[in-house]
Nanobody, 125 residues
């Protein structure tokens, strides 16, 4: 059974930083895409960053230059380093895994097979 567990969320002031982690267990395939999504209150969930098993990454325009996605294959953990946080970054952050490494659908929710429960990020001005 594949399980994803996010951690690292919290409350910070504008300009601050957080690092989110997503521990993955039960996924045994060598090929994958992994992504971070977020959902603000009253808004649809949106893709933030993604990375695949080849190390290729992609970012939403709104976070380019501020967020960095990375992975530690030995620990089976996905990370999202978030710097220069803004109030509009506030939301529930989810990690997700897709069984194919295609990045074309990196920000498409339906592409992903497994999801975590989310971790809350709140940025105050």
């Amino acid at each position: 059974q594949v399980q994803l567990m996010e951690s690292g969320g919290g409350s910070v002031q504008s300009g601050g930083s957080l690092r989110l982690s997503c521990a993955v267990s039960g996924y045994t395939y060598s090929r994958y895409s992994m992504g971070w999504f977020r959902q603000a209150p009253g808004k649809e969930r949106e893709g933030v960053a993604a990375i695949n098993s080849y190390g290729r990454s992609a970012y939403a325009n709104s976070v380019k230059g501020r967020f960095t996605i990375s992975q530690d294959n030995t620990k089976k953990t996905l990370y999202l380093q978030m710097n220069s946080l803004k109030p509009e970054d506030t939301g529930m952050y989810y990690c997700a895994v897709a069984t194919a490494p295609c990045m074309t659908a990196a920000f498409t929710e339906s592409w992903y097979n497994y999801w975590g429960q989310g971790t809350q990020v709140t940025v105050s001005s």
